[in-house]
């Protein structure tokens, strides 16, 4: 597909792996390239200011770059799932925390809200960690304890190794309790998963594959819940 700036004078194409081309006086905001999408992107079109543009996948993902915003999107949940682990997965090795809010100290809230909102789950920049979990409850997603098996794209709460208040203590769900959180970007069949969060030792990281319940050795926490997002 292709989209052509409010002037005229340049114009985008888009690849079917989300990869973006620009030319004359369009200019480049992102792309889903190299981030293994879902679906196959179909086209894109450009804000009325041609400082943004959206991407729109076969199975109806919307990804928004530069200014242009993102309001939603007709997603399954299987479907949304793949594409949060697919977008947090581009993500491993950066640095900069103000890619995802505007904070840049505990930065894995924004990191977690900013890949579930390209993913098209529709949470608003989410600062503090138990924020993510107190917003899915919110919005008609689940919390699930810890014992549960999640499912790709689900968010990790963590807490302090040994600690006692876990789902479903509705009350420990806040901060500074929660001290962190995290994104499953794969389930292996033995239980294991592996995670890639936000503001974990300075950057994007992938850790895993690890069993859950010796996640301490990792983290020096264990987990609270696993947080699913509305379907």
Partial sequence: GMAATATGRGYWEVASDGGIFSFGSAGFAGSMGGQDVAASVVGMAADAAGSGYWEVGATGAVYAFGAAPFQGAMLTRGTTGATIAAIASGQVG??????????????????TSWVWGRAGVPIPPTGPAAGIGTWALGAGGTVLPP?????????????????????????????????????????????????????????????????????????????????????
Avoid: K, M
Avoid at 94 to 111: E, I, K, L, V
Avoid at 173 to 196: A, D, F, R, S
């Fill in 147 to 231: 014992s549960a098996t999640p499912a790709v794209g689900d968010a990790v709460l963590w807490v302090g190794a040994g600690t006692a208040d876990l789902w479903p203590d509705a009350a420990a769900l806040n901060y500074p309790h929660i001290e962190h959180v995290n994104i499953v970007t794969q389930v292996l069949p033995g239980g294991g998963i592996v995670t890639v969060g936000g503001n974990e030792s300075g950057s994007v990281r992938r850790i895993g594959p690890y069993a859950p319940s010796v996640a301490a050795s990792y983290f020096g926490q264990t987990i609270f819940g696993y947080v699913q997002p509305p379907a």
């Fill in 94 to 111: 950066s640095t900069d925390p103000y890619a995802y809010g505007p904070a840049g100290g505990t930065w894995c809230g924004y990191f």
